[in-house]
Nanobody, 117 residues
């Protein structure tokens, strides 16, 4: 079973930047997509960004132009570069790998991002 380990979260002031990393225990190209989700207190988990094996990307409207998803196949690692952070970006961020068949999702343990002055 693939293991995912996120890192890079922390406390940052509004307008600041963070780079999240997601290290997988095996090749990420076995999977249909890699994505980043977030969950704020009292809210449902939501998709932040996703990259498909064809390198097409999808972003939530709230992060377009500020966040960038990428991956390094040699390192089996995905990234989420977050710029111009806002207090409403505060949440636990989760890395996800999605397999089409058999249909299955793998999740990391999450990393806390807090945007506050």
């Amino acid at each position: 079973q693939v293991q995912l380990v996120e890192s890079g979260g922390g406390l940052v002031q509004p307008g600041g930047s963070l780079r999240l990393s997601c290290a997988a225990s095996e090749s990420i190209f076995r999977f249909h997509s890699m994505g980043w989700y977030r969950q704020a207190p009292g809210k449902q988990r939501e998709l932040v960004a996703r990259i498909l094996n064809g390198d097409s990307t999808t972003y939530a409207d709230s992060v377009k132009g500020r966040f960038t998803i990428s991956r390094d196949s040699a390192k089996n690692t995905g990234y989420l570069q977050m710029n111009s952070l806002r207090p409403e970006d505060t949440a636990v961020y989760y890395c996800n790998l999605h397999m089409l068949w058999p249909p299955r999702d793998y999740w990391g343990q999450g990393t806390q991002v807090t945007v506050s002055s």
